[in-house]
């Protein structure tokens, strides 16, 4: 299996400030990276595919970058809506997911 | 609209077999571009896929190791609906379910629609 890490793996951050959270994949996976969205009792919501395109209708202050081994995921300005825990997943291989970043309000 | 909607029992008794079914609605459990999958979520291990059934002019699947003893994935053509079944679980296997499908194409793959869970416990 290919191992995921993140970190941090919690934050707190104020309105309008800009978050990054990073995703180390244990081999290379060239660009085969999701970034996805989990707010308490839903399912996950996909933000981020191949490393970098924006899902369909996701608002563009949502934005990753990477390749290889060491990935990205940026918000440029937190909203309160934002709070969530956001965790990468590759399809390199069979799929496993990051252990999820909880991000909150300052 | 496409839907995923699960069902199965919430409590499973230790060594027996835990079973669930999603039902799709808005697509088809054949199709050539999707594959059909489970992933379950417990505050020990995360998000944990498990497996998947997909069509590509045949059936196939795919299971993660941690499992592979234990899982089968059906596609049932006939209602539109895939199922899991777990065979021989413990308290381990106490964890959110998700049912969740995955497209995209020959270069990127995604899971971009989910159901919306099934909380199942493992306990006598």
């Known amino acids: 299996d290919i191992q995921m890490t993140q970190s941090p793996s919690s934050l707190s951050a104020s309105v309008g400030d800009r978050v990054t959270i990073t995703c180390q994949a244990s081999?290379?996976?060239?660009?085969?990276l999701n970034w996805y969205q989990q707010k308490p009792g839903k399912a996950p919501k996909l933000l981020i595919y191949?490393?970098?395109n924006l899902e369909t209708g996701v608002p563009s202050r949502f934005s990753g970058s990477g390749s290889g081994t060491d990935f990205t995921f940026t918000i440029s300005s937190l909203q309160p809506e934002d709070i969530a825990t956001y965790y990468c997943?590759?399809?390199?291989?069979?799929?496993?997911f990051g252990p999820g970043t909880k991000v909150d309000i300052k | 609209q496409v839907q995923l909607q699960q069902s199965g029992p919430g409590l499973v008794k230790p060594s027996q077999t835990l079973s669930l079914t999603c039902a799709i609605s808005?697509?088809?459990?054949?199709?050539?571009?999707?594959?059909w999958n489970w992933i379950r979520q417990s505050p020990s291990r995360g998000l944990e896929w498990l497996g998947r059934?997909?069509?590509?002019?045949?059936?196939?699947?795919d299971y993660a190791v941690s499992v592979k003893s234990r899982i089968t994935i059906n596609p049932d053509t006939s209602k539109n609906q895939f199922s899991l079944q777990l065979n021989s679980v413990t308290p381990e296997d106490t964890a959110v379910y998700y049912c969740?499908?995955?497209?995209?194409?020959?270069?990127?793959?995604?899971?971009?629609?989910w159901g919306r869970g099934t909380l199942v416990t493992v306990s006598s």
């Open positions: 969740a499908r995955e497209r995209g194409s020959p270069q990127y793959w995604y899971f971009d629609l």
């Open positions: 808005g697509d088809s459990v054949s199709s050539n571009s999707a594959a």
């Open positions: 059934t997909y069509y590509r002019s045949k059936w196939y699947n």
């Open positions: 081999q290379d996976i060239s660009n085969y």
């Open positions: 191949d490393a970098s």
């Open positions: 997943q590759q399809y390199d291989n069979l799929p496993t």
